[in-house]
């Protein structure tokens, strides 16, 4: 695995809890526990993947947030969610799944990957930086993958960029998710999430087509949006979100090499969530590589992957890439969140959307005409 955050690790789980004898290698360019720029939101939906592989309990000890507040300058929507979220910081989330992977038997390395090729002279092994040799390779090395670098895939969404820092929780944040929409390139929106432990995770991003989206602008665009959020606060990192496209595919060639995650171009256009993303594609790959493994056939793993990971997402991407092109029409922001106001439903299904694998059902279509009416 290139890679052991969210992606490459599960997958390592992955591959371990359905083939324990099997070899695995976790490389990474960094020592765990690591920080990461995200949000730290962990949904429902994450979890329960990470349950079907023994590691559930990787949101042990951080208080679950029932509560979501979400608001524009004219509309806002507040609303117990139809599950919890937690927030848990990187450097903890991303180093218990890691924990977990080794306990299963994988072997985690400090190393750089350089280049990446496919052996076609010989076995038609996957060997990194000319010396490590594989089978199967997952790519899960983020943003600027070199795996995929080597594949020549480029992912088809478009590029946002995001920054977030650690400040003390607000009295009005307390026990929540607040995400306040802004008026730049969609999705743009500010957020402040209640870690449970007096302090939140806050930030601000948008769609990166604007020239010139300095530091500056995106805490100037915070300060505006959730004013003295950011207060006290340090701990600032940014980082580039590949956004989905319109479906997935053409992300994932055929052979021994799988992409999965940020590295596949798989994060929410709407919200920029990707963890769901990253831990249920990570355990696919894992699935794709043992299937591809005890058969014998690991050029076919490609395909499999691919065709697991259409099946579980397609509709959803469709879905997701409709949403966040109707979220730039002025008015349908705020539509959304006068219809969540008036039908628990409609905020589920918004929330679904945003956090999970859900759709564009017909309520929550209807509930956005009604408010587009309104």
């Known amino acids: 695995m290139v890679g052991a955050g969210p992606a490459g690790a599960t997958a390592a789980l992955s591959v371990l809890r359905r083939a324990p004898a099997t070899r695995v290698l976790l490389l990474d360019r960094d020592d765990f526990p690591r920080d990461k720029c995200c949000g730290d939101g962990i949904a429902a939906q994450a979890v329960d993947v990470l349950g079907q592989l023994g590691a559930g309990d990787v949101v042990d000890g951080w208080r679950p947030v029932e509560q979501l507040h979400l608001a524009t300058d004219r509309r806002e929507a507040r609303g117990r969610m139809a599950r919890p979220a937690w927030v848990v910081p990187r450097a903890v989330f991303d180093g218990r799944i890691v924990e977990h992977a080794v306990a299963a038997g994988a072997v985690l390395r400090r190393h750089r990957v350089r280049s990446v090729a496919v052996d076609h002279r010989t076995d038609g092994a996957v060997v990194l930086d000319g010396t490590l040799r594989t089978k199967v390779i997952v790519g899960a090395d983020g943003v600027r993958s070199v795996v995929r670098g080597a594949l020549g895939v480029v992912p088809q969404g478009q590029m946002a960029l995001a920054i977030r820092g650690y400040a003390p929780t607000l009295a009005d944040h307390r026990g929540r998710q607040v995400i306040r929409w802004g008026s730049r390139a969609q999705p743009s929106y500010a957020w402040a999430f209640d870690r449970g432990d007096g302090f939140s995770n806050i930030g601000y991003g948008e769609l990166a087509v604007t020239p010139g989206l300095t530091r500056r602008l995106l805490l100037d665009e915070l300060e505006r949006l959730l004013p003295g959020a950011a207060e006290g606060a340090g701990s600032w990192r940014a980082h580039h979100l590949p956004l989905s496209g319109r479906g997935w595919g053409r992300e994932q060639p055929d052979g021994p090499v799988l992409l999965t995650g940020d590295a596949a171009g798989l994060v929410n256009p709407l919200t920029g969530e990707g963890i769901y993303y990253a831990v249920a594609t990570g ?92």
Do not use: I, M
Request: contains cysteine.
């Open 283 to 374: 355990s696919l790959a894992g699935a794709a590589a043992v299937e591809a493994l005890a058969a014998d056939r690991p050029a076919s793993a490609g395909a499999c992957h691919r065709d697991a990971v259409r099946r579980l997402l397609d509709r959803h991407l469709h879905h997701t890439w409709a949403a966040s092109r109707l979220a730039r029409v002025p008015g349908v922001v705020d539509a959304g969140l006068v219809a969540s106001r008036r039908d628990q439903g409609v905020f589920d299904d918004l929330v679904e959307v945003g956090l999970g694998d859900g759709l564009l059902t017909p309520r929550l279509v209807g509930g956005l005409a009604r408010g587009l009416l309104s």
